[in-house]
T-cell receptor, first 116, second 115 residues
């Protein structure tokens, strides 16, 4: 069964600090995709990053970076030099590879508050 | 290009009533999925439709049903509403062209309140 766990319920940081959001996943599929989404108070899910299961290369995109480790089934997300606008709920999600469209399994979210 | 649209934006119903939520996918997308997001939780998968056929169903009671129309738009119906059905209902569409990965695009959601 697929499962995504975000152990951190709430995090508060002071502006300009770095913050890492943790995500651990479970799946039996050998091909899968991992995501991070941001959900501001308006409610719309904003896509941030996607990673597929056969590419463990970690990258940096602007102030965002991620650490994907298959050996520990973790997909952690880091925001560097946090800003007040980063305050939101962040969801980690797992998606299987399906030709008819990909069903998402979401974690329970981590609420990030950036204090000015 | 227009993104995924959902209507209505907000809805207030009372227990026992019926509700219909609507979703229009991105033009050319043939797959639509519905998710329920209860306050403080992550979205939970309800249904997936592809080419007007149900291709996936989450762990929801039979009070929840959906359908997809020839133009690929979709409706989510919930009968005999309960207080616990109060949630943000998200629709996502995908073009489902790839044999492996198909990007999903989420709509803004419909916020349903059941009193």
């Amino acid at each position: 069964a697929q499962k995504v766990t975000q152990a951190q319920t709430e995090i508060s940081v002071v502006e300009k600090e770095d913050v890492t959001l943790d995500c651990v996943y479970e799946t039996r599929d050998t091909t899968y995709y991992l995501f991070w989404y941001k959900q501001p108070p308006s409610g719309e899910l904003v896509f941030l990053i996607r990673r597929n299961s056969f590419d463990e290369q970690n990258e940096i995109s602007g102030r965002y970076s991620w650490n994907f480790q298959k050996s520990t089934s973790s997909f952690n997300f880091t925001i560097t030099a946090s800003q007040v606008v980063d305050s939101a709920v962040y969801f980690c999600a797992l998606s299987e590879a399906r030709v008819t469209g990909n069903q998402f399994y979401f974690g329970t979210g981590t609420s990030l508050t950036v204090i000015p | 290009d227009a993104g995924v649209t959902q209507s209505p934006t907000h809805l207030i119903k009372t227990r026992g009533q019926h509700v219909t939520l609507r979703c229009s996918p991105i033009s050319g997308h043939k797959s639509v999925s519905w998710y329920q997001q209860v306050l403080g939780q992550g979205p939970q998968f309800i249904f997936q439709y592809y080419e007007k056929e149900e291709r996936g169903r989450g762990n929801f009671p039979d009070r929840f049903s959906a359908r997809q129309f020839p133009n690929y738009s979709s409706e989510l119906n919930v009968n005999a509403l309960l207080l616990g059905d109060s949630a943000l209902y998200l629709c996502a569409s995908s073009d489902a062209r790839s044999l492996t990965y198909n990007e999903q695009f989420f709509g803004p959601g419909t916020r349903l309140t059941v009193l």
